[in-house]
């Protein structure tokens, strides 16, 4: 059944949702970003390549896989690596960074824990509230002596302010790094994600929309940093198995790069469907008060793996904690990433140097909805459905009652 994209979603009365007595809407769960399907003839002719020719690391799928991707991203080289976390760890560590990287708060977990576990000290810095990126004049504000790089993240898929960043970062010289994890397929100013900056880290994680399992990769044009990251990610060696600088194993498997290698072909179907999906969300929820679907990236591409929603709890009459204890009950496992911000997480409570106001706001406020190949229009309509029956309804929600009852999230 075609729902349409501009179809409305329909009001149930509130004594229908099932954190208030209702059957839940979905008998499966769903979840923020399932794995996207994989061609699996392709994957499997691949694992079968890859055991007969006993290869399983060190072998000739990760060079295909970062041959490829360069040549996706436009980027001249790229160092397919465990993870992104690693990937940002290894990157650090390879530049020989000091002292302190500028990075905002606003963002997952691993982009300050790399730095700190490799020594060095995040210095938040607070984000912008249309883009949820780097705020530019608050990192000028941020430097010192002691900064030693600017960490930027392109946060949902949407590119920081690369120009004035750029700016800041050759006026004071110091390296500028992007974390791309969310990135991949995105554009900035009709280029490609990948090549600005000295380098950018991009993960391929399962819930990434594309995936390799656990995987990432660090794109950069220079290459005299792209031979030391090779070197690094393979106990320092180089191609003679000589060992020519420190370094730990942050090697992609060939299981991993096999995996990627067969997901490329179906990029284009994931764009799509991500695209059409983000439009359906946004007919689903058109004039509900107080929710607003945050424009992915106004300057590009975007590849709207992520479904950003943003809530006025004051238009709305409902909190967002409250919006997604609803979408739980209902078995839509939305998430209120990131909150409550990294300066707000237990390694760094003791390092908040700084008010940041539109973290505080954005980490109170988001919630992110499910997305990709196995979210369907139909399953679209009924979340929007849920939002739109909870707001309408906001001031007849029996929350005491449920409270009373002992019910939590
Ligand atoms: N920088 C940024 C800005 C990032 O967002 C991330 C990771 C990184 C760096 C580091 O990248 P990696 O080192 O991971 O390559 C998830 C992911 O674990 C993490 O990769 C991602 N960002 C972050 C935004 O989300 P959780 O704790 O929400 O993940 P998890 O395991 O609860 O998965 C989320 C949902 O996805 C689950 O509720 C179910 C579903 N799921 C998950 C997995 C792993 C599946 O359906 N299948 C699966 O295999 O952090």
């Known amino acids: ?5 501009s179809a409305p979603s329909e009001i149930r009365a509130w004594k229908d949702l099932a954190l208030f007595g209702g059957e839940p809407a979905f008998s499966n769960y769903l979840y923020v970003n399932r794995p996207n399907p994989v ?17 399983l690391s060190n072998g000739p799928f990760v060079l295909e896989f970062e041959e490829k991707v360069a040549q996706f991203l436009e980027v001249r080289h790229c160092v397919a690596v465990t993870n992104a976390t690693v990937g940002l760890e290894l990157l650090v560590r390879t530049l020989g960074l000091r002292g302190e ?27 912008d509230l249309v883009t949820h990126n780097l705020d530019p004049l608050d990192v000028a504000k941020r430097i010192n002596p002691s900064t030693a790089a600017i960490l930027g993240v392109h946060l949902w898929g949407h590119p920081c302010d690369i120009d004035s960043l750029t700016t800041l970062a050759k006026q004071y010289s110091i390296p500028l790094l992007f974390d791309a994890a969310h990135s991949f397929a995105c554009t900035y100013k009709g ?3 990948g090549g600005f900056g000295q380098a950018e880290v991009f993960s391929f994680h399962a819930t990434k929309f594309f995936s390799t399992g656990e ?19 393979n106990f320092g060696m180089n191609e003679k198995r000589m060992v020519l600088r420190e370094g730990t194993n942050a090697k992609m498997s060939e299981m991993s790069a096999a995996m ?35 424009n992915c990236n106004p300057c590009g591409v975007n590849n709207f793996q992520y479904i950003v929603a943003e809530l006025d709890e004051h ?30 997480e237990t390694p760094f409570e003791n390092s908040i140097q700084y008010e940041l106001p539109n973290t505080d706001k ?28 909870a707001i309408v309804q906001a001031k007849e929600l029996p929350w005491q009652s449920l409270d009373l009852a002992g019910k939590s999230l």
């Open 101 to 127: 990287v500028i990075v905002p708060s606003y963002t997952f977990i691993a982009t300050a824990l790399a730095l700190r576990w490799m020594g060095l000290t995040p210095v938040f810095c607070d984000v």
């Open 1 to 5: 059944m075609d729902l349409g994209l």
């Open 260 to 294: 990627g290698l067969a997901a490329f072909s179906s990029i284009p179907a994931f764009l799509a469907q991500n695209r059409a999906n983000s439009d359906c969300y946004g007919a689903a929820l058109k004039d509900v008060a107080g929710i607003r679907l945050h």
């Open 315 to 344: 238009r709305a009459g409902i909190g967002r904690d409250q919006l997604l204890r609803i979408l739980n009950a209902e078995h839509c496992m939305a998430r209120s990433y990131f909150h409550p911000g990294c300066h707000r």
């Open 362 to 389: 954005l980490a109170a406020r988001v919630l992110v909805l499910p997305n990709g190949m196995t979210v369907a229009k139909e399953d679209i309509q009924k979340i929007g459905s849920i939002i739109r029956s």
């Open 215 to 233: 995987g990432g990769i660090i794109s950069t044009n220079d290459a005299s940093l792209a031979k030391e990251l090779r070197k690094a990610r």
């Open 39 to 55: 061609n699996r003839p392709e994957l499997f002719e691949r694992i079968g390549q890859m055991l007969d020719s006993g290869w």
């Open 191 to 193: 280029k490609r994600i």
